[in-house]
């Protein structure tokens, strides 16, 4: 569910999720972020907060709307990212996907498309459930972080990193 207003998600926010917009602040304060797979806009409304222009591209109609309506985010509806960011002539000081890339057909399109949007100095923050963790080689099948069907790609670190290096990219 959604939350009723702006101000409650923002509470939920600063409780839970300050670590996100401390991480991207260490390398990107302020100007035009992209979140990619924002769901309710958690992220978004920190970002606002930390006066970033947020705009996001989320595939839940009701989600984009309450992005738009309430947050004030500048919210596009897709469940393909990557032709809404090819279509996108802006540049982007930051482009954030939190736990969105394994859920997508092509991660890699998306990362591309990223890519290409991102600023000179900006940064791509790109999170996501790691398979090749202790905890994942302890927990096996038990893994929390296994969300099978709706993960599609389990990404490693290597993957990531090694993907970034040949895009051109400083990891």
């Known amino acids: 569910g959604l939350p009723p207003d702006r101000a409650s998600l923002l509470a939920v ?8 917009i401390d991480t991207l602040t260490r390398f990107v ?3 035009t972020l992209l979140e990619i797979g924002p769901s309710s806009g958690v992220f978004c409304v920190l970002a606002q907060e930390a006066g970033f222009v947020v705009h996001a591209i989320e595939m839940d109609e009701a989600c984009t709307r309450f992005l738009n309506e309430t947050i004030g985010v500048r919210a ?16 982007y000081d930051a482009i954030c996907l939190w736990h969105a890339i394994e859920h997508m057909p092509e991660p890699w ?3 591309e498309a990223a890519r290409d949007r991102i600023a000179p100095g900006g940064v791509i923050l790109v999170a ?4 090749l963790s202790v ?4 927990m096996g099948a038990r893994w929390p972080h296994h969300d099978l069907p709706r993960q599609l790609f389990g990404l ?4 990531l990193t090694t993907w970034a290096r040949k895009a051109g990219l400083r990891v």
Do not use: F, K, M
């Open 135 to 138: 905890q994942a080689r302890w």
């Open 128 to 131: 996501a459930p790691n398979p």
């Open 156 to 159: 490693t670190i290597p993957w």
């Open 13 to 20: 926010a600063r409780a839970h999720e300050q670590y996100r």
């Open 109 to 111: 399109r998306v990362l």
């Open 76 to 91: 596009v509806q897709a469940a393909d990212p990557a032709t809404v960011l090819s279509a996108d002539p802006r540049r």
């Open 29 to 31: 304060v302020g100007g």
